[in-house]
C-alpha cells in the first residue's frame, strides 16, 4: 500500500485546510490483488465501547460485474472527510469508477484527524482476512493540556481500546478485506 496525504499543490493543500478537509490517497499494488473482491467495514466506537459496526462497501454486492473484482494489479481508493456544521463526520470513498459518500455522527469539535493506521502503526496487509486500514480520531489530551493524535495512531495494538486506554470519547476504525 502506497499513501499520500492531500494534494501536491501547495495552493490546494491550503485551502484543504482552511476548509477542513481531509484528502488521502491509497494506492494497494500487488499481483494477487487482481480478480479479488473487496469489503471496507467501520465500527462507531463510543466512550470505548463498539456501538456499531457495519458495512461500508462491498464489491460483490455492488451489482455491476465489472466493479465486483479488481481488474488489475493495482486498486485506487481516494478518501475526503470533513466534520460537516450538523457534527457529522462526512466521509467519500472513490474508487477509480464509482464513489460512495456516508457520514456518521461526530461531537462538537473540530479536532478529527483522519489516520491511516495500516501505515503509522506499521500494520499487516494481507488477503482473506480484515486488516485495519483507517481512524478517524480525537487526540488524546496529555496531563500537560497538550494533545496529540500521533501518540494514538501509532500505538499500534489494542486500536478498539484505545477510547479505555486514552481516553477518547468518540472515534471511528475502518477495515478492509480482499479475498
Not at 89 to 112: H, Q, V
Request: charged content about 35%.
Amino acid at each position: 500500500m502506497i499513501s499520500d496525504y492531500s494534494s501536491n499543490n501547495p495552493e490546494i493543500r491550503d485551502i484543504l485546510q482552511f476548509e477542513g478537509i481531509e484528502y488521502l490517497k491509497l494506492k494497494f499494488v500487488g499481483k494477487e490483488l487482481k480478480e479479488k473482491s473487496y469489503q471496507l467495514t467501520v465500527k462507531e466506537i463510543w466512550d470505548g465501547k463498539i456501538v456499531r459496526d457495519t458495512i461500508v462497501f462491498d464489491s460483490k454486492t455492488i451489482g455491476i460485474e465489472q466493479f465486483e473484482k479488481v481488474n488489475d494489479t493495482i486498486l485506487n481508493l481516494k478518501v475526503i472527510s470533513k466534520l460537516t456544521n450538523k457534527n457529522k463526520l462526512k466521509m467519500t470513498f472513490k474508487f477509480p469508477r464509482f464513489s460512495i459518500t456516508k457520514e456518521y455522527d461526530a461531537i462538537e469539535t473540530n479536532e478529527y484527524s483522519l489516520r491511516n493506521i495500516a501505515e503509522e502503526s506499521k500494520m499487516e496487509i494481507g488477503y482473506n482476512k480484515k486488516f485495519y486500514l483507517l481512524a478517524y480520531i480525537l487526540p488524546y489530551e496529555r496531563e500537560d493540556g497538550s494533545k496529540s493524535w500521533c501518540e494514538v495512531g501509532t500505538s499500534g495494538k489494542e486500536i478498539e481500546k484505545w477510547g479505555e486506554k486514552f481516553g477518547i470519547e468518540h472515534y471511528l476504525l475502518f477495515e478492509m478485506k480482499f479475498e
